[in-house]
């Protein structure tokens, strides 16, 4: 067979129950694609073929990102296809296989991707009934998953439904679906919906994380069996670091009863997608390893936010204070370096029309002596236009040439320059240099060192202070909100006590209390759910056990007794 219609055929990549799949190519739109032929020993009979379309017309109305798309359908001498899409990448029996089990990171995913599947094709009228691990797809990054083979899915509208009686019970060997992923109810040839596949996912996402089937039985008689009547070993006994909240959505999935599982593939999605944020949000916190009781992280965190909001407020206000102080030091140097330039203007405007021999500095001198008696200054300096030091605090300096030190500047007053200076001794002052002027013209420089002792010594107090009331504050809130965490834990121990009692199956118990708040709340919301729970924990019917039972025999044990005999 080289052809099929307008399709060149290429080579066979993989085969089911009914069908045989062709890796082929489109002529007339230059489109690669997978084409479905049914199988010789199908092609003559009527109720086959009629199946294959029909599995073509459900899937055909399908347009789903997680669902294989269905290009064209058609039958050629003879030759009943379907056109779909080819996909890069391995079914999920084969990942499986490769990888043993899959992540939980992965089989949140996949199982999240198939419920958004089922619920659109649910939606559209159309339950799949063969939910498995090579029906599914996951392509070439691993990411993007797919369901295949619609091979036996029925659309479930009003002309169909009066058919269901005679359809809906068939003999062992004729059950439709794979039978180690079918649900309870069909296997014992039950009405189904939706919810069937849901079951199916959940057997695939057991494998899927686990790497054992959820139900190892070696024929169908003993899987029927382990399907309608034995829960499968529970995951996270499997399975150390499968979350527990994965491991409560697999076990709801395998319930027996279609009305304990999800409603619907929506239901199924959003509970993965909770499950999907939760580990994220997990993953970015970390794990410390040890357990940090949460009346020392509520009060971990209220005095954290407490520390840095004063940290920062004491810092900005330090800052502030000592630029104003500093700005106040500054103008008291600068007033104080003009009156000294002011006062000596007159002497050096005379003095510089004068022979050195003839000049006289000793009332600048003297001027500049009782200057430095004031603590705050530390030296003077007067220099003429020649740059001559000629009145000066430290008399060694007189007469010697000036050098002006190499300072950091801080400010630009004006005429004068403010710069960082250290006296002698290494003190941490203030330098004003300003110009001498006598009508406005320059005779030299005067030189002026203010000390910053008590500018520092402001703000060392104003930093102590504010620092002792900061660390007073910061315990009184350590303090209250250790006590507040206490007043917080106390219910929220006693509501855990009492759902590890309710855990334990003693219920014969209710939460006595007389609050009026939230924990109230929640109290009166515990005893409702353990009044429900002693309510539907009635023992069932055993009427129900044994028309239960009894359906089991006729329909799955005693066909396969008679096949045996």
Request: glycine share 8%; proline share 4%.
């Amino acid at each position: 067979m080289q052809k099929v219609g307008r399709y060149a055929i290429d080579e066979r990549i993989g085969q089911g129950a009914m069908a045989d799949v062709f890796k082929a190519y489109d002529e007339t739109i230059s489109r690669p694609l997978a084409i479905k032929i049914l199988k010789p020993e199908f092609r003559a009979n009527a109720e086959y073929v009629s199946r294959f379309l029909r599995e073509a017309k459900a899937a055909g109305a399908l347009s789903h990102p997680n669902i294989v798309t269905i290009y064209d359908v058609g039958e050629v001498d003879g030759f009943p296809y379907i056109a779909m899409e080819l996909l890069d990448g391995e079914t999920l029996d084969q990942v499986i296989h490769r990888c043993g089990r899959l992540s939980p990171d992965t089989v949140l995913s996949i199982g999240r991707q198939l419920a958004d599947a089922l619920s659109y094709a649910h939606g559209a009228g159309i339950v799949h009934r063969d939910i498995k691990p090579s029906n599914i797809m996951l392509g070439g990054d691993g990411q993007i998953v797919k369901i295949l083979d619609f091979g036996i899915a029925r659309v479930i509208d009003a002309d169909q439904r009066r058919h269901q009686a005679e359809s809906v019970r068939t003999q062992v060997g004729q059950v439709l679906g794979t039978p180690r992923y079918m649900s309870p109810e069909q296997a014992l040839g039950l009405h189904i919906d939706g919810r069937s596949d849901l079951f199916s996912v959940g057997v695939v996402l057991y494998e899927a994380v686990t790497g054992h089937t959820a139900f190892g039985g070696t024929t169908i008689a003993t899987l029927a069996l382990q399907i309608t009547q034995s829960q499968p070993q529970p995951v996270t006994a499997l399975v150390s670091d499968c979350p527990r909240g994965l491991g409560f959505i697999i076990t709801k999935l395998l319930a027996k009863d279609p009305d304990q599982r999800f409603a619907d593939g929506a239901a199924l999605s959003g509970a993965l997608r909770r499950e999907q944020d939760s580990a994220i949000a997990a993953k970015d916190r970390g794990s410390t390893g040890w357990r940090i009781p949460l009346a020392l992280r509520l009060s971990l965190v209220f005095g954290g936010v407490t520390a840095m909001a004063l940290i920062g407020s004491i810092s900005f206000v330090l800052d502030r204070q000592n630029d104003a102080l500093r700005d106040m030091a500054m103008t008291s140097g600068s007033t104080i370096t003009s009156f000294i330039a002011n006062n000596a203007a007159l002497r050096a405007a005379e003095n510089a029309g004068l022979p050195e021999a003839e000049q006289d500095w000793a009332p600048v001198q003297a001027f500049i002596a009782a200057a430095v008696d004031d603590a705050n200054i530390r030296r003077i300096a007067l220099i003429d236009r020649d740059n001559v030091v000629r009145a000066s605090s430290d008399p060694a300096l007189i007469g010697t040439r000036y050098r002006a030190p190499r300072e950091t500047l801080v400010k630009q007053a004006g005429k004068q320059q403010v710069t960082a200076a250290g006296d002698g001794e290494g003190a941490a002052g203030l330098r004003f240099r300003g110009p001498v002027e006598y009508a406005a013209r320059p005779f030299g420089t005067v030189d002026v060192v203010v000390s910053r002792a008590n500018l520092d010594s402001a703000v060392a107090l104003s930093r102590n202070l504010l620092t002792g009331a900061g660390l007073l504050i910061l315990a009184l809130i350590l303090l209250v909100s250790w006590a507040m965490a206490r007043r917080i834990t106390h219910p929220i121990a006693r509501l855990r006590r009492a759902l590890a009692d309710a855990g334990a199956g003693a219920l014969d118990f209710r939460i006595s209390h007389r609050r009026h708040d939230e924990f109230g709340e929640l109290f009166d919301g515990f005893n409702a759910l353990i009044e429900r729970m002693q309510q539907d924990g009635e023992p069932k019917d055993e009427e129900q056990r044994a028309a239960e039972a009894k359906m089991m025999e006729q329909t799955i044990i005693l066909p396969v007794a008679r096949q045996v005999a």
